[in-house]
């Protein structure tokens, strides 16, 4: 019995600390459209430097969106005794880290001459979650720390649980034609 309200106190925990994130990426969706953030120029090789996917409008919405949420855990912290709370210098990191991970992902999948939207399993899914984390050990290191580097199991259940979200948010903004591909 124990062992299965840890194991679903980690899962839960996991995504409340990752929420700011997990918010940011999919609103980018939601808010895309209008001028791509590399205003449509070229890298040397003759590729999109980032690509059409990424808007200036997707990266701003989503950060915005991303950032709302974790004022929202900490008003919400302080309202119920919720011990765990983000600062707010890692919920800005952990939006704009997301979104940031997610142009950088891009930039290199243009290098490699994928185009627009192909899929790139694994990469494409942890992309957010990185930049989330390097920006947020830079920024934060004191409650990156304690939560993250500390707690090799809330990094793990990160890594396996985000694959299995993303793939599920992208199948539902897919369906309701949100998104162009499944993935
Ligand atoms: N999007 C956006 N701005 C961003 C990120 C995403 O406008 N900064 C929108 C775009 O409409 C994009 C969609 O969200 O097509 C899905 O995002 P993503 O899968 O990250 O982009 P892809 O189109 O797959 O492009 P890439 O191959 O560069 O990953
Ligand atoms: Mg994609």
Not at 18 to 45: C, Q, R, S, T
Request: charged residues 15%; positive net charge.
């Amino acid at each position: 019995m124990l062992e299965i309200i840890n194991f679903f106190g980690t899962i839960f925990m996991a995504m409340w600390l990752m929420l700011p994130a997990y918010i940011a990426n999919p609103m980018a969706v939601v808010f895309g459209g209008g001028p791509p953030v590399d205003m449509e120029m070229k890298w040397h090789d003759g590729q999109r430097i980032l690509g059409g996917g990424k808007t200036i409008r997707g990266f701003v919405g989503g950060t915005a969106c991303g950032i709302a949420a974790g004022l929202f855990q900490i008003y919400a912290a302080s309202v119920f005794d919720i011990p765990i709370v983000p600062t707010i210098t890692a919920v800005i990191t952990l939006s704009f880290g997301a979104l940031l991970g997610d142009i950088v992902k891009s930039f290199f999948k243009r290098r490699i001459g994928f185009v627009r939207g192909a899929e790139l399993p694994i990469i494409d899914q942890l992309d957010f979650v990185a930049g989330a984390w390097i920006l947020t050990y830079i920024f934060d290191p004191v409650w990156f720390t304690k939560y993250f580097i500390s707690s090799p199991w809330i990094i793990l259940t990160v890594l396996v649980l985000t694959p299995i979200l993303h793939r599920l948010t992208n199948i539902f903004g897919y369906n309701i034609k949100l998104k162009k591909e499944p993935w």
